[in-house]
Each structure stands twice: as C-alpha cells, then as structure tokens.
C-alpha cells in the first residue's frame, strides 16, 4: 500500500465511524450502493413518458414534475447521505458540468433580483422556467454523470427509454383500432391526447427512438437478433411520425441523420484505402473504383431512406401542391395514415430575437427572472400581433426554451448558454476518441452524444414538455459519465475525513445538501396540496358552489400563497355581492353582506398584486372590482376602475 493510499485508508475511519452513528443504525449499507441509484434513474427514465394521475385534479404535466422531484430528490439524498458515510467524492472532471453548475448559480441570482421573487424561484409548482425546475433538472444532469459509468448501466437506459416509447407506440396504436375512448381514463380523450405530453411532446420521443435504433442498425448491422425489432420499432415510429408531421422535429431529425450517413462515409473511405494500401503493399493486382461508386456502397440502407424522408419533409417538399387539386404529398400521406390534425402555436425566431433583444436593453445583466418572459412579451411585443387573431394571447416562452433562458436570465445566462453548446459539440472530439478502442465503445459513445444532440435541439428550437427536457439532461449527464468510466475524461476523486481540511467544507456542503432536499420534499408537498386545493376549488366553482370553492382556496392559500388564488377569492365574493339582490335579506343584512363582501374583493384583489406587482391580471382583476362596485351605485368607483 503506499504512502497516499495509507494517508487515505487512515483518513477514512474517524469520518465512517460518525457517519455510521447518524446513517448505518438507520439505513443498511447497500441503500447507498450505485444500484440504487442506476435503479432510481432508470425507473425515471422508464415512467416519464407514461406517467400520469388519473383524475382531475392533478394535470399529467403536473404528475410528471411530482415523479420527477420525488425520485430526483430522493437519488440526491442517498449519494450525499452515500457520500457522508464512505467519506469521500467521486465526480467526472468535466467543463460541461461546470458551465451546468455557473448556469444553475446564475438563475437563482437573477431569481433574487427578479420583480417578483416567488414566481421565479417556485411559480405555479410544475412551471419548467423556474429556479426550483432547473435546479431539479440540473441534480438529474450531475447523478446520470456519476451514475453510468459502464456500458451495461448505458444499455440498460437504452433499454428503459426504448420500452417507454414502445408502450406508448402500442397504447395509441390501440387507441387508432378501437377508438379514442379506448383507455382514456377521462383524461386522453381527444386523438391527439397522449400520456407523453401534447401531441409534438410524442413525435420528439419517437424521434429520439427512431435515432437510437439507426444507431444501433449502423454499428450492428450483422445482428439478426435485434435487427427484427429494430425494424419493426423503426417502420411503427416512422408511421406516427409521418401521421404527426412535426415541422421543426423533421429539420432536426434531418441534421441528426447527416451526421450518421457522414460517419459512415467517413469510415467506408476509411476501410477502403486502408484495403487498398494492403493490395497495394502486397503487390496484387488492384483497380481503384470511382469515388460515385465507392459512396453508394457506403451509405446505411436503412438511415439513407430516413434521411430521404426528413429531407422531402424538412425541406417544404411534402407541402409543394401539385395537380388540378393542388394536392400535396404531405395532404396524401395524412389521409392514408388517418392522420389527426393538430397545430401550435409559438412565437417566431424574430418575435422571440425582438422581445429578448429588447429586455437585455432593459435589464443587461440578469434579464426579465426566471418564469417571467410573459412579462416581457406584453412589454415589447411587436405591435403587428394584434393584427392577428393571437392580440390578446399571453406567450409564457419563446421559440424554444433555452431562447426563452436568454431574456430571463440576461446577458451571463446568455453567455454561460453559449460556451455550454460548444462544449456540448466539443464532447463529440472525445467521442470519436472512443472509436479506436472498440466497437461497442464507438456505438455507445457516438448514440449517447446524437441523442444529447438531439434533445438539446428540441430544446433550442421548440418547447419540449418536462418529458423531453429531462432526456436532454439525463443523456447529457450520461453522456459525460460514459466518457469518464472509458477513461476518455478523468476523474475527481475528493477524500474527506479526519483531520483532512477538506472535512471542514465538504461536509457542511454535503450536509447543507441533505438538509436541502427534506426542504424541498416539503415544498413539494406543500406545492402538491396547494394544486389539488386550487383543481378543488375550479371544479365547485364551475358548479357554483361558491362558499366550497371560497373554502378550498382558503386551504390553498394555506399551503402556498399565489396571486392566481386571490383573484379567484376577489372574484368569488364579486359573484356573491352581484347575488345579494337575488336574497331576501333585511336592509340592515343586506348593508352588513354587501361592505364584508366589497372589503374582500378589494382586499384580495390587492393582495394579488401585492404578491405579483407586474402580473397585469391582477390589475385587470383590481379594475374588475371598482367596474362592479361602479355597476351597483357605488360612488366615485367608475375612476378607480
């Protein structure tokens, strides 16, 4: 043993043995293991896309962001409580991770200088542009770099991600056969619902599988074992793909798919001069074959046709009309597939460059905060949008979602943004490195750093669901891992213990973390409870039970205050003033009901703004009260509204 080693051994036991009086007595050892934690983001990455609550009360979306914090959150504890009691740290050495971690430091900065604090850190509970969102999605990005470090723990993520997406392949094809009713649970009741998320949400997933599976074809082509259902999942995918016809997805999927057909390419010129060079030293006869020859044979049959596919579509060719009926092949093709129509709507590259440009103009250094570009856009918006039907729409995001990052976070988010995506396209370099080790290296490396591509994509030029932008953290941060395990980035490796310096700062760190994550389960509890109260609250509501609805937004305000829940109690007691004529009350009741029920809607409606001073609904609803006070004879109520 040497002398570091011994050092090391040494340091250990003083740190094991109070972790062992706080930890060991509780939880059993292998609770800490790294199975645990590959079992918990597998188990993620596997109930993502299918994940949902039955009911009306909780929305799917909303479903997911619980999975995702509970077992995030729950993975978070057991490394640092794992790091605690073995004493030591484990980490890839890695500037993507760093630039991840000055991104996370720069959104709660700018949440603190934020207008409004509460809508920045936390929002309505399940809002992606928050701080308590990215902070989550950036815990995911570090525990998959810790936590895949081999090529069995990377396939058995293939293996969740592909499974999820062929579950819900299955469902809808089910659904097509025997009917939208099929399996709804009251909740997927139109034929563009889908468990995944909105309509586009499920394209993206299939996309990422259909890359995935070309991938696998490419490196693997000799396999019969997994060709026959890789062909199968790849002709099905292409067949909700070709039925959904995603726009943006099929310029993705197109760049995507060059860069499969250009290594193999690549590889094929490299296989063919280095057969010739051999012929050539051995002095055999040879005849060089032209080049126009030598790319056909190169070229994946199955990924050319792809390729042909994403190129007709991403192009515009499938929209260009022909024939007495301007006819289109995209029209044709949705009517054979039966195909369901659906749109969205989102702001241009040039609307989202605008209102950005304009809030960096304003607010150089830390934007608009974090889940606050819906302010920006009533500010800024070009004044050609109220000319369509779109005027009095409210767009919480821009073209995508990082885009959408640039104007709340301001110009060092916008930096850290950049310098992340070239680092990103950087860790292609390494990948390649992998490619002289050997071929099951070369595969996973180079799938791992498409799919990270891809995701971050969607997440550039469109608004993914929580689904989506957690792939692209989850591959991401095993992209990173895998690199590390092949020896391709190196590794931090942080003792602490004993009369180490380090234990007087990792420790506390370490701790402060534990300690954070019980915070943050609370507050999810919390947030969750508010929700359902609020859900609550709508439904009795609709129903005109105003004095359930009033009482369940008492208990949501209880469990977290939110301007959305004083409008709602300001608009209920201006329903119930309108209805006091209709009872038959004495004067002197009529006079007592009538100043309660004006004192709260004014004084909610006031506390609204309060809470979001820059919301112009609670404005709107403030106006609402003075105009109904204006419409019952109130003097002097007209000028307040």
Same mark, same amino acid.
């Given at each position: ?12 036991t ?38 949902f ?18 077992l995030?959150?729950?993975a ?34 700018a ?8 809508i ?74 889908t468990?995944v998320?909105? @309509?586009n949400?499920?394209a ?20 019969k074992r997994f ?9 099905v ?84 009309? @022909? ?22 709507v989102v ?13 960096l103009?304003?607010?150089?250094l ?40 640039f ?9 850290? @943004? ?6 990103l ?30 995701? @971050? ?85 609709a ?23 004083y ?10 003033l ?13 006079v007592?009901?009538?100043t ?46």
């Open positions: 043993m040497s002398d570091e080693q011994q050092q090391y051994g040494e340091s250990q003083p740190m094991s043995g109070i972790a062992k009086m706080f930890l060991g007595k509780v939880f059993p050892r292998r609770l800490f293991s790294d199975r645990i934690l590959v079992f918990i983001l597998l188990t993620l990455a596997f109930l993502l896309p299918i994940f609550i039955p009911g009306q009360l909780i929305t799917p979306e909303f479903g997911k962001m619980i999975l995702l914090e509970v995030v959150l729950a978070t504890f057991l490394w640092a409580a794992g790091r605690l009691r073995d004493g030591h740290v484990d980490a890839p050495k890695s500037l993507l991770l760093l630039i991840a971690t000055l991104l996370t430091l720069q959104f709660v900065v949440a603190f200088m934020s207008p409004a604090p509460v920045s850190f936390i929002g309505s509970g399940y809002d992606i542009g928050t701080v308590n969102s990215f902070v989550l999605l950036f815990l995911l990005m570090f525990l998959g770099s810790v936590t895949f470090t081999n090529r069995d723990r990377v396939l058995m993520l293939y293996a969740s991600f592909v499974c999820s997406g062929g579950l819900i392949m299955l469902y809808h094809i089910l659904r097509q056969f025997f009917g939208e009713g099929f399996l709804d649970f009251g909740i997927f009741t139109s034929a563009v619902s468990p998320g909105r @309509w949400d499920l993206a997933l299939i996309g990422g599988i259909l890359i995935l599976v070309l991938s696998t074809l490419y490196f693997f082509p000799q396999n060709r026959i259902s890789a062909l199968v999942i790849f002709f995918g292409l067949f909700f793909l070709l039925s959904i016809n995603f726009t943006s997805l099929w310029l993705i999927l197109l760049a995507m798919t060059a860069l499969l057909v250009a290594l193999s390419v690549y590889e094929g010129e490299k296989m063919y001069k280095k057969k010739l060079q051999e012929t050539v030293e051995s002095g055999a006869d040879h005849q060089r074959t032209p080049f126009h020859k030598r790319f056909m044979g190169h070229l994946p049959a199955i990924a050319t046709i792809f390729f042909l596919v994403t190129l007709i579509y991403g192009a515009g060719l499938s929209n260009v009309s @022909w024939g007495k009926d301007n006819t289109t092949l995209a029209s044709v093709v949705g009517k054979a597939l039966r195909a369901a129509p659906y749109s969205e702001l241009t590259p040039r609307f989202t460059y605008d209102i950005v440009k304009s809030t103009e304003e607010s150089p830390f934007g608009t905060g974090p889940n606050r570009f819906s302010s920006s856009y009533l500010k800024y918006k070009m004044s050609v949008i109220n000319q369509t039907p779109f005027w009095d729409a409210t767009f919480a995001f821009g073209l995508g979602r990082v885009p959408t990052y104007g709340t976070t301001g110009i060092i988010g916008t930096i850290l @943004w950049l310098f992340f995506v070239i680092l396209f950087v860790k292609g370099r390494k990948v390649f490195m992998l490619f002289a080790k050997d071929r099951m290296a070369a595969y996973i490396g180079f799938s791992l750093f498409l799919l990270t591509l891809y995701f @971050w994509s969607l997440a550039f030029f469109y608004l993914p669901n929580i689904t989506i932008f957690a792939f692209a953290f989850i591959f991401t941060g095993a992209l990173i891992a895998f690199l590390a395990g092949e020896g391709v980035l190196a590794r931090y490796h942080v003792p602490f213990g004993g009369k180490s310096r380090l234990t007087f700062l990792l420790t506390p760190i370490i701790i402060a973390l534990l300690i954070g994550v019980v915070a943050a389960l609370v507050l999810l509890y919390r947030q969750t409870s508010s929700l359902v109260a609020f859900s609550e609250a709508q439904i009795a509501a129903m005109n039970n105003i004095d359930d609805a009033k009482q369940a937004l008492a208990r949501a305000n209880g469990f977290a205050e939110r301007d959305i829940h409008r709602a109690l300001s608009h209920l007691a201006l329903i119930k309108q209805g006091l004529s209709q009872q038959k009350l004495s004067q002197e009741e009529l007592a009901q009538a309660q029920l004006i004192d709260e809607a004014r004084s909610n409606a006031e506390m609204a703004i309060k809470l979001d001073p820059t919301n112009f609904e609670n404005y709107f609803q403030y106006g609402n009260v003075f105009d109904t006070f204006a419409s019952l004879g109130i003097k002097n109520a007209s000028s307040f509204a």
